[in-house]
């Protein structure tokens, strides 16, 4: 008997320490959306949760490596709400058209939150480092993957040839940003209905003549992992 019940209380072990950053990650991806990743601390997390400085700290050894793996537990639950769900979507506009109403319905639930990238960029958009990096690199994943999106709208020929996706994933990230200034400093009732009008504008601007409408649903689709696979392609 003993001999086999040291490695089940090894496996737990673990299990537990999994658990308990799993707790302080979520309650820091929290606190952060309030008050911003510079506001986040050691001493602040390990208020909220009610756990001791030392404990916090033995699970992440630094204030900056408390940052980086809020950065990450946000790209991932961004990726889970906007990216994946999407991918049920036939390819071309309607996958493209997915990727943004998700993206807004998002964007609708941080307005008073707020949201990490936005609130990062200011913090640390010209202070180089590791959180900095994290921060511009998984924006940049989402950025690429909202491109891949429009130049498949153009190779089913949803687009216009010589339409610039280049240019549309610009704008249409522009809108997102519009939008949380609008909404959260203007205080602009109006900023959700034109940020999908400006959507609207420009697909109706870059569409080519027969592309299927808002609500149509063509036939062909692509399973998820090989979507996946294309957001970093």
Known sequence: MPATAAPAKAVRAPQKGQQTKAV???????????IGLEGLSIGAIAEVTQMSKSGVFAHFGSR???QISVVREYHARFEQEVFYPALTAPRGLPRLRALFANWMKRTSTEIDSGCIYISGAVEFDDRPGPVRDALAESVNIWLAAMLRSVEQAAEEGHLRADAD????AFEIHALILALHYEARFLRNPQSMRRANAGFANII????????PAADAEP?????APRAARAKVA
């Open 24 to 34: 302080i990650i979520d309650a820091a991806l929290n606190l952060a959306a309030q």
């Open 165 to 168: 996706a280049q240019q549309i």
């Open 219 to 223: 036939a062909r689709t692509e399973s």
């Open 204 to 211: 109706a601007r870059s569409s080519a003549p027969g592309a």
């Open 64 to 66: 900056e490596e408390l």
